[in-house]
């Protein structure tokens, strides 16, 4: 099993430009989340899905977009990107049965929003 | 979900056990105690969970004290690769629908000595 997986590992980007970031699981969880961590913060969450076609404000929601059209991908986009959109962002997923509070990230993504 | 404290730092020993304590005095009855790491750069790793029983997996052991108030994770024969910081959470485990994400702290940075 790969378990989570993001794509890209990196990105810069110009203000107002862009992207879509991936992630992908093969541990058949229902859950999935998106988070950003600043340096030297913890993490917060940005959006979560509870299922194949359902996504949910977290914390930090502002900015973003999410979609989750199969049940093993959740995408996060970001229409026009902000210099204060510069974070590393973390994937995680989790089993229902398994407890909310378990849940496994990917290796994240960095991204620089000049 | 309870508030958490933990050290700020900690130094040990290569081979020694490391002790790592966390305070959650206003616990709810239905709140476990999660733990999670995370290495330089990478993604939050999960290492265990429990409720007010003793945990023990490949990872580590989670000792709960009876009135639930701390806990200690303990790491029995660490290793460099252990250096990290490592997060104490206390949330609701599980539910019957629905999710949310994961609050992390400043967590403790666990410093491994050769």
């Known amino acids: 099993n790969a378990g989570v997986t993001q794509t890209p590992k990196f990105r810069v980007l110009k203000t107002g430009q862009s992207m879509t970031l991936l992630c992908a699981q093969d541990?058949?969880?229902?859950?999935m989340y998106w988070y950003r961590q600043d340096p030297g913060m913890g993490l917060r969450l940005i959006h979560y899905?509870?299922?194949?076609?359902?996504?949910a404000k977290g914390e930090v929601p502002d900015g973003y977009n999410v979609s989750r059209l199969k049940k093993q991908n959740f995408l996060l986009g970001l229409e026009s990107a902000a210099p204060s959109q510069t974070s590393v962002y973390f994937c995680?997923?989790?089993?229902?049965?398994?407890?909310?509070?378990?849940?496994?990230f990917g290796p994240g993504t960095r991204l620089l929003v000049l | 979900d309870a508030k958490t404290t933990q050290p700020p730092s900690m130094d040990c020993a290569e081979g020694r056990a490391a002790n790592l304590p966390c305070n959650h005095s206003?616990?709810?009855?239905?709140?476990?105690v999660y733990w999670y790491r995370q290495i330089h750069s990478q993604g939050p790793q999960y290492i265990i969970h429990?409720?007010?029983n003793n945990e023990t997996n490949e990872m580590a052991s989670l000792i709960i004290t009876e009135d639930r108030k701390s806990s200690t994770l303990i790491l029995p024969h660490a290793t460099l690769r252990d250096t990290a910081v490592y997060y104490c959470?206390?949330?609701?485990?599980?539910?019957?629908?629905?999710?949310?994400?994961?609050?992390f702290g400043k967590g403790t940075h666990l410093i491994i000595q050769p």
């Open positions: 995680a997923s989790s089993y229902f049965l398994a407890g909310r509070g378990t849940q496994y």
């Open positions: 959470i206390v949330r609701v485990g599980y539910s019957g629908g629905g999710a949310d994400g994961l609050t």
């Open positions: 541990m058949n969880h229902e859950y």
């Open positions: 899905s509870v299922g194949e076609g359902t996504t």
């Open positions: 206003t616990i709810s009855g239905n709140e476990y």
């Open positions: 429990g409720l007010k």
